[in-house]
């Protein structure tokens, strides 16, 4: 059997996808957000309360030096005008029965409530000099603002306590952060998502020139965006000039390839004719050893002229149209070996790869070549449809013919190995197609065909990302 193959090409490397810098942007920008809202939410905790109970307790000095006022005026008067005066001096809220508005007046042994304490009674702590303010529990579970004022003599040692309701300004707080919390966490979540639309709007030329580079290993030719931001125009351009070097390097490949074919040539066919030369000298033996030496030069110059063939194809920017170019492909092989009766079955989708054209045309060439010239009567070619999201194209040829030995299939694709010496060729149909499958970095597999008995090559070449 004539067939060349190669061993399964290596895996590439995995790749160590770094984080997104997008995502890593978002999440720096959310946390500074957070940060900055939690600092906002506790500031706006904080200051309410500071700023309704420095009301209040202005209110309440302004209340004690009112009864201080009205007091000192009573103060000589007879029994009893004390209290009226106390009592005249301050509004309606120090007269309605546990208001949370209350006041005690202190003059010596006289003591003085308000109305609004009822037969209720605070258990004050001894009046210091000059004001004093504390925070304590007061009638039917109340929790009071308390502002104590003792006035030196002439007053008698005079000392002024009045109260206001805590409670009231624990609900109206308790109001305000549930509000607060509901509008910071919206104002947040349309901070995030305005942040995160920004970040992709200027990430936008990056993901541009990510695509330029795919396209450029698609094989497709590179169109870049002149417009781009400053900072990211300098890549786009260096894209750009790798892209034009690119191009200029693997033409000189393809020309200097070229120039070593012809160069190559007509030594070649001297010492071809020096060869039969000696045969007609009579020197059988020598002219063989030759023949075999320049049938080996040659298929070494055919092998590695495909090989700079391969890696010096331009980008064409046109892709792999499955279907219809494997259709016409398989005509073209039915017709090179039309003196048999050959079936050349397709299962084949009609989708587009991003592949170069070319390349596949050369590769599955090869393996329908291959497999014809081994095939009693059928050669089966399937291609998987590998969807929209797929990252690799799989394909299989299979034939009826004799198949290989073990021991030959673990040798396909060797350059030159020949399993029968009477068939034309020189072995290089399947080492081109591990060529062609190691430099898109996929494998090929060699086996023996279930459906048919024959050989059975699978071929996995991983897609460029989308």
């Not at 059988?284 to 040659?298: K, Q, Y």
Request: proline residues 5%; charged residues 25%.
């Amino acid at each position: 059997m004539s067939s060349a193959a190669g061993p399964e090409a290596g895996r590439t490397p995995a790749r160590r996808r770094a984080g997104s810098l997008r995502n890593r942007l978002s999440l720096a920008l959310a946390l500074v957000l957070l940060a900055a809202g939690g600092l906002l939410a506790f500031a706006l905790q904080e200051f309410p309360r500071r700023l309704v109970e420095d009301y209040m307790l202005s209110r309440l000095e302004h209340d004690a030096d009112h009864l201080y006022a009205r007091v000192l005026e009573a103060a000589d008067g007879p029994p009893g005008a004390l209290a009226a005066a106390a009592d005249q001096a301050v509004g309606a809220p120090y007269r309605l029965p546990l208001s949370g508005h209350y006041f005690i007046v202190q003059r010596g042994a006289e003591r003085i409530l308000s109305r609004s304490l009822w037969d209720e009674e605070l258990a004050l702590p001894p009046a210091a000099e000059g004001a004093q303010i504390l925070r304590m529990g007061g009638p039917a579970g109340q929790k009071l603002l308390v502002y104590t004022k003792r006035f030196a003599p002439p007053g008698e040692g005079i000392a002024i306590t009045v109260t206001d309701d805590l409670g009231r300004l624990d609900d109206a707080i308790d109001r305000f952060r549930e509000r607060m919390a509901i509008g910071l966490a919206l104002a947040l979540g349309l901070l995030l998502l305005l942040q995160r639309r920004l970040l992709v709007h200027g990430l936008a030329p990056l993901g541009a020139a990510a695509e330029a580079c795919r396209r450029l290993e698609r094989g497709e030719r590179l169109v870049l965006d002149t417009e781009a931001p400053a900072e990211v125009r300098p890549m786009l351009e260096a894209l750009d000039r790798l892209s034009r070097h690119q191009v200029q390097r693997l033409g000189r490949i393809r020309h200097a390839a070229g120039n070593l074919s012809h160069a190559l040539k007509t030594p070649l066919a001297v010492l071809g004719q020096a060869t039969d030369e000696l045969a007609a000298r009579g020197e059988g033996e020598l002219a063989g050893r030759m023949r075999v030496e320049l049938a080996t030069m040659r298929a070494t110059i055919e092998r590695e002229l495909r090989r700079a063939r391969l890696a010096g194809g331009d980008p064409s920017g046109e892709g792999f149209e499955a279907r219809t170019q494997l259709t016409a492909l398989s005509d073209a092989i039915r017709r090179l070996h039309r003196e048999r009766t050959l079936q050349i079955e397709l299962a084949v989708p009609a989708r587009r790869f991003p592949l170069d054209r070319e390349d596949m045309l050369e590769l599955f060439g090869n393996l329908l070549d291959n497999a014809c010239k081994w095939a009693r009567q059928r050669v089966i070619l399937t291609l998987a449809d590998p969807g929209a999201t797929a990252e690799s194209l799989e394909a299989s040829v299979e034939d009826d013919g004799p198949g290989a030995d073990a021991a030959v299939l673990e040798r396909l694709g060797t350059a030159g190995l020949r399993s029968d010496e009477g068939r034309p060729g020189h072995g290089l149909g399947l080492a081109i197609v591990a060529d062609i499958v190691a430099q898109y970095g996929g494998s090929a597999h060699y086996g023996r065909s279930e459906a048919l008995g024959g050989l059975r090559v699978d071929v996995r070449l991983p897609l460029p990302p989308h």
